[in-house]
């Protein structure tokens, strides 16, 4: 589902079309900005989209993801990759507070994971039926504002 943070899946077998990089796909969707924020914002936002690569992009992440539960093999890789992303999330926070953009007082790990355990489940509920894609982005938007405050 993730970019940069899913680099460990190539060692367990997923196919490379369904992790893009952060600086690929970024690239390819031609984003671009110099506030931390913002980027904090568009990189987990990205992340739930209507596009085909998005779409199986989340779908091999959470079949990874389910298959960890029943596969010991699968943790440590998945434990990798996922604080790579939380850590990815994490240093862009940092900036951003750097910049004003976001409170002192935010923990950029703490709200890293949660953004990004968020983003993990309105993908599965998006995808699964549950919600609509556009509920899971108000969502989303929503508790970024919430976790992040409104710089």
Do not use: C, K
Request: net charge negative; aromatic share 4%; hydrophobic share 40%.
């Amino acid at each position: 589902m993730r970019a940069t943070h899913r680099e460990g899946a190539r060692r367990v077998g997923f196919p490379r079309t369904h992790r893009p990089s952060v600086d690929r796909r970024y690239t390819e969707q031609a984003i671009v900005t110099a506030d931390p924020r913002a980027q904090v914002e568009q990189m987990l936002l990205l992340e739930i989209q209507g596009i085909p690569t998005v779409r199986e992009n989340s779908i091999a992440w959470g079949e990874l993801r389910a298959s960890a539960v029943f596969t010991e093999d699968l943790r440590e890789e998945l434990r990798d990759a996922t604080n790579a992303w939380s850590g990815d999330i994490a240093r862009v926070i940092t900036r951003a507070q750097e910049s004003g953009r976001v409170a002192a007082t935010v923990d950029p790990l703490d709200s890293a994971d949660r953004l990004t355990a968020l983003v993990e489940g309105l993908s599965e509920r998006w995808l699964s039926g549950s919600i609509t894609l556009e509920r899971a982005q108000h969502l989303l938007a929503g508790a970024i504002t919430a976790e992040l405050g409104t710089a």
